[in-house]
């Protein structure tokens, strides 16, 4: 054992808030983002909240959170902190990243922090990718736990449930560890007035992307975007056996 | 040319649907070859799993790799055996379940190359169709078509590719990668199993909040028992506890495309909606005439569940007669 800091650290994503229905653009290569409320997002919100219950008791000194993004994600971290973290840092870049991007850069970030505990959400609600925890375990050499619906630490490693297809997998794995979170792993706290206060005086170190060596080249190029086909609203029955009628008719039982 | 090496995904007993989705997907890139490795923790399982991926039309060969490490997947482990297999392809494909999920972008990070997630279409080998935002927007991707790409396959997309009239060789090879050990396999704590399965179910009734308590919610799985379906639900119902995680339908829960769907006192956010898009037929049942589901139900019941699902029950077994 060492006395360096048990750290853990927790990214952020600046996302389309859930709420908001999104539309694609004129140029149809995107959606409108212009005036559009943004937000954490919520997974990563529950990774934030695990981290900060971690640390509550006792398991974790300091909670990290970092975000690879434009200036107008600072905005993103002073929430982050707002909820509890220690301290901020912002990867600065003018261009949105790719998942492995992303890995790549946040990589560097572990290098500099040697946290014990990287936690991330499963996916982003905007890209819905869900790949940069497990991009980051691999590139880190560490154990990955993804989609956790409950953590356990206990000294050199971790027991963390798993919301799989089949259940709930249970995984041990040495620390340290990168695990992404689902739903369920918790509820994430409200943020009170004085603490938005009191995050605008923690530290949020901004470092520009080109000093951490990172390639940060895009693989993929987005043609076109556009919406689904729309399921018309079909139609209406007033009883149970009118509706089972309607299932016979449509040849579905 | 496509050269598409897909990783085979089964439950130790039997190669899983999700594989011969994979390999309809593959079938739409010009494929030269479509190979399926299949990892099994002894030489009989590989044996027998790999002779199950042989059985599926449109596999060129399969590669069968026993060690006692890959007896359950194991993300950190199962990775590098890929990567050491996957030099010869263009394509490494996965399905888009939590087992590809979780284990696809490790493949891809170790290989230093991109994802791309939710293969819904191919319109070209390096050119793809996804969903993105809760599946309110549907991306079209295309890279170069020189590297080496990884992806998972979005199977409500897909219908599985059938039995083969002739079966694949099989090739048994043995891993060469270093294989980490700080991932330990614990258990896995299933659900029961007496119900169809829902990702595969043709008929899935699932249930919302509303029917307030574990209790009530058995009202669900006996429309289902009446139906022959697998029981779906909300994520409310199962925050609060109703229903099992593995049960949840939408964005974060299982993406499905039953012929019949059945959504009992359910609202019909977004991210429940984005999980049922491709269920031919959609019935909803919601005592809101504006909830939101409504909007999309292919059949809509303005009722109390309480009072409908009963009558509904009764209805279709006076129909039986
Ligand atoms: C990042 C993220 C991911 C999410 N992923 C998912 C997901 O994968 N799947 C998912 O389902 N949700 C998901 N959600 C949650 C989603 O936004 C909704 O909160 C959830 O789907 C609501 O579940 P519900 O419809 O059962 O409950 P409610 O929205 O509370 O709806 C209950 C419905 O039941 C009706 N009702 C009540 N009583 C009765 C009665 N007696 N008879 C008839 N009708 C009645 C009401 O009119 C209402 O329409 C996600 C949310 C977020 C933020
Ligand atoms: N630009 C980013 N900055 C910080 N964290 C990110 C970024 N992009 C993704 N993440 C993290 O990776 C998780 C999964 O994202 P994705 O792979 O894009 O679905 C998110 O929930 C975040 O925790």
């Known amino acids: 054992m060492t006395d360096a800091p048990r750290r853990i650290l927790v990214c952020i994503k600046r996302v389309v808030d859930y709420n908001v229905r999104v539309r694609v653009d004129n140029e149809r290569t995107g959606v409108v983002t212009d005036g559009v409320k943004m937000s954490v997002n919520p997974f990563d919100e529950i990774a934030l909240e695990e981290a900060l219950r971690i640390r509550e008791r006792g398991d974790a000194d300091e909670v990290v959170v970092c975000a690879v993004g434009s200036s107008d994600w600072q905005q993103q971290l002073r929430t982050g902190l707002a909820m509890g973290a220690d301290r901020a840092v912002l990867v600065e870049t003018g261009t949105s990243l790719e998942p492995l991007a992303v890995a790549q850069t946040l990589h560097a970030v572990v ?17 819905d990718n869900n790949q940069t925890g497990q991009m980051l375990a691999a590139l880190w050499g560490r154990p990955q736990a993804t989609f956790a619906s409950s953590i356990v630490l206990s000294g050199e490693s971790a027991r963390v449930e798993r919301e799989v297809d089949a259940g709930l997998e249970v995984l041990d794995v040495d620390l340290p560890a990168v695990v992404t979170t689902d739903l369920r792993l918790n509820e994430p706290r409200y943020v009170k007035l004085p603490e938005i206060l009191k995050a605008k005086r923690k530290p949020l170190d901004v470092v520009p992307l080109g000093e951490l060596g990172v390639d940060a080249g895009r693989r ?11 399921r018309g609203r079909g139609i209406q029955v007033d009883t149970a056996e009118q509706l089972v009628a309607a299932l016979d008719e449509k040849g579905v039982l | 040319m496509a050269r598409v090496l897909i990783v085979a995904e089964h439950d130790g007993s039997s190669v899983l649907q999700s594989t011969a989705k994979c390999v309809a997907c593959a079938a739409q890139m010009e494929p030269e070859a479509v190979d ?26 399969v590669l069968a790799i026993a060690d006692p490490a890959n007896a359950h997947a194991v993300a950190a482990v199962l990775a590098p055996q890929i990567v050491d297999t996957a030099r010869e392809y263009s394509h490494v494909l996965g399905p888009s379940t939590t087992f590809g999920k979780d284990l696809m972008p490790r493949v891809a990070a170790l290989l230093g190359v991109g994802q791309i997630s939710d293969i819904m279409a191919v319109e070209a080998p390096y050119r793809f169709r996804r969903p993105a935002y809760a599946g309110n927007v549907i991306e079209t991707v295309e890279c170069e078509p020189d590297g080496m790409l990884v992806g998972t396959v979005r199977a409500a997309s897909y219908r599985p590719s059938p039995a083969a009239s002739s079966p694949a060789p099989i090739e048994q090879r043995e891993t060469s990668a270093d294989l980490p050990r700080h991932t330990l396999f614990v258990e896995l704590k299933a659900q029961q199993a007496d119900r169809p399965d829902l990702q595969t179910a043709s008929r899935v009734v699932a249930g919302g909040r509303a029917f307030g308590s574990a209790e009530n919610f058995a009202l669900v799985e006996q429309l289902a028992e009446k139906l022959g379906a697998a029981v779906g639900a909300s994520r409310a119902a199962v925050d609060a506890g109703y229903a099992s995680n593995d049960l949840q339908v939408g964005q974060t829960g299982k993406v499905i495309a039953p012929d019949l769907y059945v959504a009992l006192g359910i609202s019909g956010a977004i991210q429940h909606l984005t999980g049922i898009k491709d269920a031919r037929t959609i019935v909803a049942v919601n005592r809101d005439p504006e909830a939101p589901i409504f909007e999309i139900a292919d059949i809509g019941l303005v009722a109390d569940v309480f009072e409908a699902v009963p009558a509904l029950i009764a209805a279709l077994e006076q129909r039986r007669r």
Not at chain 1, 220 to 230: A, G, K, M, N, T
Not at chain 2, 36 to 61: H, K
């Open chain 1, 111 to 127: 290098q500099r922090e040697a946290p014990m505990l990287v936690l991330l959400g499963k996916q982003a609600i905007d890209g």
């Open chain 2, 36 to 61: 399926v490795v299949v990892f099994a923790g002894d030489p009989d399982s590989a044996a027998r799993l790999g002779g199950q991926a042989a059985g599926i039309e449109g596999v060129t060969r």
């Open chain 1, 220 to 230: 993929f190029r987005v043609v076109r975007v556009e919406e689904p086909p729309r």
